[in-house]
C-alpha cells in the first residue's frame, strides 16, 4: 500500500492569518490533534498540533526558564519562546517548514517518517499542494483493511472506487463536517471517522453501498459522545 490508499482526503486545514483561538477551536470541533497550514495556492507551509498551544498566556502554562538555564538559551531563544506563547497568529506558532509525503509513498517509509520525527501525521502533497494527510490511526486502518495473510496490494478498481465513494460523499451537504476515511480492498469499503448523528453514520453508510462496484460497506464510524462540545 502507499500513502494514496490509506490517506484522509477531507483535511481539516489552517490558514497563516487564522487565529490561534480559531484554530483551538477547529480542533475541538473536527475532533483533531492537529493539522496543516496551507497559503492562498493551496501549498503546506507549516504544521500546527495540540502539542504547539501547550504553553500559552491564555492558560497560564507559559514555561519559565530557571536563571541558570537562561544563561545557554541566549535572548534569541526567549524571545522564540514568547513568540510561541503570546503570538495571536497561527503562522508564528506552527511548525515550519512542514514534512510532507507524496502520494506514491510506500507506507514502509511513511511509518518510518512518523517514527523517527516522533510525528503523528503527514500531510500528502501532488505537486506542492496538499490532497490529503496520513496519521498514525490511518496505518492502522490500512492493517485492518488488508486483512491477515492478504496481499498487501491496491488493486486500480479499489482506487476507482474510492475516488467515487467520497465524490459521492462530497456532493451531500449531511456529509461536509464529516471526518471519514474510505479504504477499499477487493472492492470492500472500509469506512471510518467520527459523525454526531447516527443517521449521519448510516447515511454514510447507504451513499458507499450506492456506488455501483462496491461489494460491501464496513461501516465503522463512530458517533461523538453525546456530551461533546456541551459547554
Do not use: C
Request: glycine share 8%; no cysteine.
Amino acid at each position: 500500500m502507499r500513502a494514496k490508499d490509506v490517506m484522509t482526503t477531507n483535511v481539516a486545514t489552517l490558514t497563516p492569518d487564522m487565529t490561534v483561538r480559531d484554530a483551538a477551536a477547529l480542533f475541538l470541533s473536527r475532533r483533531i490533534s492537529g493539522a496543516p497550514v496551507v497559503d492562498a495556492g493551496g501549498e503546506v507551509v507549516g504544521m500546527l498540533s495540540e502539542g504547539d498551544l501547550l504553553h500559552r498566556v491564555e492558560t497560564g502554562t507559559v514555561k519559565r526558564r530557571s536563571w541558570w538555564l537562561q544563561l545557554f538559551t541566549g535572548p534569541d531563544q526567549e524571545a522564540m519562546d514568547f513568540i510561541k506563547s503570546h503570538a495571536s497568529r497561527v503562522k508564528d506558532v506552527m511548525t515550519s517548514p512542514a514534512i510532507s509525503v507524496t502520494e506514491d509513498a510506500p507506507l514502509a517509509d511513511v511509518a518510518d517518517l512518523l517514527e523517527h520525527r516522533r510525528i503523528r501525521r503527514v500531510p500528502v502533497v501532488r505537486d506542492g499542494r496538499l490532497v490529503g494527510i496520513v496519521s498514525r490511526a490511518d496505518l492502522l486502518r490500512g492493517i485492518a483493511a488488508a486483512g491477515a495473510g492478504r496481499e498487501d496490494v491496491v488493486s486500480p478498481d479499489d482506487e476507482s472506487l474510492r475516488a467515487r465513494i467520497e465524490k459521492e460523499f462530497q456532493s451531500h451537504s449531511w456529509a461536509a463536517g464529516a471526518t471519514v476515511n474510505v479504504i477499499v480492498k477487493d472492492g470492500v469499503a472500509h469506512l471510518w471517522g467520527m459523525v454526531h448523528t447516527d443517521a449521519e453514520r448510516r447515511a454514510l453508510g447507504a451513499a458507499a453501498e450506492g456506488v455501483p462496484g462496491v461489494r460491501r460497506v464496513e461501516n465503522k464510524v463512530s458517533l461523538l459522545p453525546a456530551s461533546y462540545g456541551a459547554a
